[in-house]
């Protein structure tokens, strides 16, 4: 192998930068000079100092965990995240280049839109010998509900990737085509943001072409579908498996991004043909869904019955021609590895000419020619399932080199289960390496994944992707399957881009511009999970005051029966929490399922909230093996009050005061009513033992209000009177009831009437008899009445508004 | 032969479960030259908010019941007449086994009844290398692919024994294998799965069994519930056979076919889904009552 000498600009970051007369290179090209795009760039890059550049790439990073960009791996644990593996390097592509690509594979994706009508329409292609038909009958991805049925607004695929290399001559291929739910363009946008906080400089990003025209475009696509020929409104979101998928992220992002609904498949139901969302103001026509979920999951009753995350009727809301998905279900064949050996003949016979950009060269092992070819040439080869349906360097893909033994002998005979694949070489691209041998640019290999979506206008690519980085030193494909990082992909323009103008919204009926996308139902999963979350953040506050309490009395005690410590470990017990830790089982499980509601509506958080969540679960872990009964846990549970306060603080400060802040408010204020109520039952009962309404007054956090108001001891009366009645202490019976009915009475239907809401109608009793009751009238029992009668508040608030 | 049939099937769920959603396959229908459906009633208690009829993939009646308020019980039930057409006896010019892999090398057909549709493993009956053995003991050399079927049957029919203890809906076939023992069901996966070890497309058939058989005949076994046997394909001069490896005999005037599929997830005859945890219970009642003429 020769090494030609690059021509570099003398910057010794390309000092030891190495190139192969066996594969292409992106900095520089086959002669060994430095291809134009990356001139200015690279002249830019080693005119900095190291220090300055570790600072800019720190930046970066710095921004997506400012963001909250992550990646997810599936586990139990609240937070098994990993950070986003960006590459701060860009790969740099001219706008002529990548214009070339993009025509070859708008044709790409036409092709794929046609083998889609027929594989669930007439199938001529395996009825003609186009397509052997065992690939389709006895693909698992092929579904057979859905043949026959005419996708809503005619077209089959709306949302495409292709994973794309090039070869060591220079040219493109396309590696596979991703049709089932390609992922990364929300990813793709993360990446350009973090790159413009590490390159703020004109070039090249002013000479960058930007990504905001392409999402635009989509999503007007989109509503187009969801809303063209119906009668009344309807939304369309986006399905997501859920928080336990690996890019749930992604689904996030691009649901905030878009101003689309975040669904999951329990937010849906259908009736009479007919797609809903579940939402607190009863069930609303859903037009479109683009769905993130694999199609066989999408529906239990017809596809896979074992799906937990499907929605049961939904294929037939497509069979009634009510709802467009995007893809459509089923698309997943199409990404079968098979078909890749037959699509350039496809190709010929449907459109008469030949594939402009070529795939990856292909064997079916089921042609007795091909397999004597794949087998005779298997050092070439990289083999795999004839169904597969992964890219070949996906960590986890079944792929292997021809060369293996085993392989060998499964060839011997016909193998129709197998494909056989050119093992590809990869291009090269600089990746920042800064290790023992120093700060340097390396060449890596890599793949790049274009988007495309169809609009008005047919197919629009978004300008530029995102590249996936491999280990340094191997350019064969399969090498990428030992991970690596990803890279924003730039495509640069001699001349600098606009920025692009957002137009502005025409005028509707009434002559008002609408600004707003965001749509204001309200999934009632959603309205669920703020709820719980707004009770167990309060549940976990109310019990760590209750354990507070008790470790300050231990440590002013050494009696184990003292009558106080025995009195709020039975406060404790009444909660199901054990005094045998100091951060004890119970108290932790609170926050997990605060964190777990929190989990499912990360949509409607800012980053900061679920920091400051994060932040208390980590604190909260850590006690767990450091805190010592007595002052210690004492203080812990101090900290951790601190920070509860904190995340309430971010959190109702910042969440937007609509329904689903309503929610979050009434849990919190439900629970509080709850918990002051069980206070007062336990530390001021008529026979209260000395000291114990001083607890009752830590565990409201009343102390310094009842010095103020009453300078004098406390006494049953003056404690009732603070905790129960009066309307200026926010932890007061009263205040929280007024304040929960001035939300309940803000709940979509409270209006609709002249009576009263079924909650309104359990709050207002309550509400009369602690204005009404004097203090020695509010007896245990009677607080005995008012707990229940909340509990039947949280059962009117789930009937009327969360089912 | 004419039958009067009767089908009742409940349901009881240990919860009121909300938005039930429901797919009955129970339905026959016209098969020309087999069979042909007279009148029929079919009853669902409580009302269903929504009811509605489709024709699936594999051709066979599907209804879709929905109910749109709590319920915690479903009764089903549906009389029906039918009549079984009597079949020309097998033809013996059958395909030799060894053929069979080029003839379907060369069908392009994928129409419904293609065999292409039932060569692959399924969800209900995956490959099973016991089974496979199993199947290539029973087969002798140079033998048709409709006695390979038969024998394969057999085999299975000596294999296992009947009964409606040792396994439920959900069991896999592979257990019911292991056990030796299950309902048509089992044997129905089990010689399904066995059949596409040794290259024969396979299917499974649900339908109806004459309770009380002819004078002089045994009882057969499995009329107390609906019934399930196999459909093998035995290469184009043929096409299809059905078998029924639990009673070990060729499917004739005894048999009413409700709906083919891969394995029992195409043809289940309630394909349910509801919003609610918990248990579900369900009991079934069958008549097939022959009509004299």
Redesign the interface.
């Known amino acids: 192998m020769t090494k030609p000498t690059p021509t570099d600009l003398g910057s010794p970051l390309l000092a030891d930068y190495a190139l192969s007369d066996s594969v292409a290179d992106e900095l520089f090209d086959s002669s060994g000079r430095m291809r134009p795009v990356w001139v200015p760039f690279l002249k830019a890059l080693s005119a900095l100092p190291v220090p300055a550049l570790r600072a800019k790439f720190e930046r970066g990073r710095q921004y997506l965990r400012d963001a909250g960009v992550y990646f997810r791996q599936y586990s139990d644990d609240p937070l098994n995240e990993r950070d986003w593996p960006l590459s701060t390097m860009p790969v740099l592509l001219h706008e002529t280049e990548w214009d070339q690509i993009c025509r070859g594979l708008d044709q790409r994706a036409n092709l794929l839109e046609q083998v889609m009508a027929d594989l669930y329409g007439p199938?001529l292609l395996?009825?003609?010998?186009h397509l052997p038909?065992?690939l389709?009958?006895?693909n698992p991805h092929w579904h057979?509900?859905m043949?026959g049925i005419q996708p809503r607004g005619g077209h089959y695929l709306h949302f495409l990737a292709f994973e794309i290399g090039r070869s060591p001559d220079g040219s493109w291929f396309v590696l596979g085509d991703r049709t089932q739910a390609p992922s990364g363009a929300g990813f793709a946008l993360e990446n350009r943001m973090a790159m413009r906080h590490v390159f703020p400089e004109d070039y090249p990003r002013a000479y960058t072409h930007r990504f905001a025209g392409f999402f635009e475009n989509f999503r007007k696509a989109l509503e187009q579908l969801a809303t063209t020929n119906r009668t009344e409104s309807h939304q369309f979101g986006l399905l997501t498996p859920g928080r336990a998928n690996d890019a749930f992220f992604e689904h996030l992002y691009i649901a905030r991004y878009l101003g689309m609904l975040l669904l999951e498949g329990?937010d849906i139901?259908?009736?009479?043909g007919q797609a809903m969302v579940r939402t607190i103001d009863g069930p609303v026509p859903l037009g479109l869904l683009w769905r993130r979920i694999d199609s066989n999951f999408a529906d239990?009753?017809?596809l896979?019955?074992d799906s937990q995350i499907g929605v049961?009727?939904l294929v037939?809301a497509v069979?009634s021609g009510s709802l467009a998905m995007v893809n459509a279900l089923g698309s997943g064949v199409l990404e079968t590895r098979a078909l890749m050996a037959f699509l350039p003949r496809i190709c010929q016979q449907l459109t008469g000419a030949p594939l402009e950009m070529p795939n990856i060269a292909t064997w079916w092992c089921g042609d007795e020619s091909a397999r004597a070819y794949v087998r005779d040439n298997m050092d070439r080869m990289m083999i795999a399932p004839a169904l597969a349906v992964d890219l070949p360097f996906d960590s986890n893909s079944e792929t292997v080199r021809g060369a293996e033994p085993e392989i060998v002998d499964l060839l011997d005979t016909p193998a129709p289960d197998l494909v056989g694949q050119e093992a590809v070489s990869l291009s090269t691209t600089p990746a920042w390496v800064d290790d023992e041998n120093g700060p340097r640019l390396t060449p890596c290999p890599m793949t790049v994944r274009v988007f495309t979506a169809r609009t008005e206008k047919g197919w629009q690519f978004l300008q530029g992707g995102y590249a996936r980085i491999g280990p340094e030193g191997d350019a064969n494909a399969l090498a990428m399957q030992r991970g690596g990082s990803v890279a924003d992909v730039q495509i640069i323009s001699d001349r600098p881009v606009p920025e692009p103008t957002v137009p502005k919204a025409a005028p509707d009926a009434t002559g008002v511009r609408r600004v707003r996308t965001e749509s204001a139902a309200l999934p009632s999963r959603a309205a669920d999970n703020l709820y719980w979350l707004g009770r167990y953040i309060v549940r976990f506050e109310e019990a760590a005051r209750l354990l507070r309490a008790y470790h300050l009395r231990l440590a002013v005690t050494d009696r184990t029966d003292d009558a106080l410590l025995t009195l709020i470990a039975k406060a404790l017990k009444a909660v199901d929490i054990s005094v045998d830790a100091p951060i004890p089982a119970g108290l932790r499980d609170r926050l997990f399922a605060a964190h777990g509601c929190a989990s499912k509506i990360r949509d409607r958080f800012s980053p900061d909230g679920w920091d400051a969540l994060n932040d208390l679960v980590k604190t909260t872990r850590q006690m767990v093996d450091t805190a010592t009964p007595g002052d210690d846990a004492a203080r812990a549970m101090s900290v951790l009050l601190r920070k509860t306060a904190g995340f309430s603080g971010i959190v109702t400060e910042n969440i937007y005061r609509f329904y689903g802040w309503r929610f979050l408010s009434i849990g919190r204020a439900l629970e509080r009513t709850d918990s002051l109520a069980a206070a007062l039952q336990h530390f001021a009962p008529e026979d209260a033992p000395e000291g114990a309404l001083e607890v009752a007054l830590a565990v409201a956090d009343g102390t310094m209000s009842h010095r103020r108001r009453y300078a004098l001891e406390p006494t049953r009366d003056s404690v009732v009177d603070l905790l129960a009645h009066d309307t200026g202490n926010p932890r007061s019976l009263l205040f929280q009831i007024r304040e929960m009915q001035r939300l309940a009475e803000d709940l979509p239907g409270a209006t609709l009437s002249a009576r009263p809401t079924a909650l309104v109608r359990e709050l207002l009793p309550v509400r009369t008899q602690l204005e009404i009751l004097s203090p020695e009238a509010l007896t245990t029992a009677v607080l005995g009445d008012i707990r229940t009668a909340v509990a039947r508040m949280s059962d009117r608030l789930a009937e009327a508004h969360l089912? | 032969m004419r039958y009067d049939i009767t089908l009742n099937i409940d349901y009881r769920y240990s919860h009121p479960t909300?938005?039930t959603?429901n797919?009955l396959r129970i339905l026959p229908h016209d098969l020309p030259g087999t069979q042909v459906i007279g009148d029929w009633t079919l009853a669902l208690t409580p009302r269903p908010?929504?009811q509605a009829h489709?024709t699936?993939?594999?051709g066979n009646t599907v209804t879709?019941a929905?109910w749109?308020y709590p319920i915690d019980a479903v009764q089903i039930s549906l009389s029906l007449q039918a009549e079984r057409l009597r079949s020309d006896p097998f033809l013996s010019l059958a395909a030799p086994l060894s053929r069979l892999g080029q003839d379907l090398a060369a069908?392009?057909?994928?129409s419904a009844r293609?065999p292409?549709?039932f060569?692959?493993a399924s969800?209900r009956t995956p490959a099973h290398a016991g089974m496979g053995d199993f199947a290539r003991a029973a087969l002798r050399p140079g033998m048709s692919a409709a006695d390979a079927v038969r024998a394969i049957g057999r085999a299975i029919h000596r294999h296992m024994e009947f009964s409606d203890k040792a396994t439920d809906v959900d069991t896999p076939a592979a257990v019911a294998f292991e056990k030796r023992a299950g309902v048509c069901q089992d044997f129905t996966h089990i010689m399904i799965t066995c059949l596409r070890a040794v290259g024969i497309p396979a299917g499974y058939v649900s339908g109806f069994l004459r309770t009380f058989p002819p004078p002089g005949k045994e009882k057969l076994v499995g009329v107390d519930a609906m019934h399930a046997w196999v459909c093998a394909w035995v290469g184009p001069e043929i096409g299809w056979l059905e078998f029924d490896p639990t009673n070990n005999q060729g499917v004739g005037v005894d048999y009413v076919t409700i709906g083919y599929g891969r394995d029992y997830?195409d043809v289940a005859p309630v394909?349910?889904?509801m919003?609610s945890m918990g248990d579900q219970s369900s009991k079934q009642s069958v008549d097939v009552a022959e009509v004299a003429d």
């Open positions: 199938g395996m009825q003609q010998g038909p065992r389709v009958t006895e057979r509900p043949v329990e139901v259908v009736q009479n239990p009753l017809e896979d019955p049961p009727g037939d069979r089912r | 909300d938005r959603r797919l908010s929504e489709f699936d993939f594999f879709s929905v749109h069908l392009r057909d994928v293609s292409l549709h060569t692959a969800r997830d394909c349910g889904a919003r």
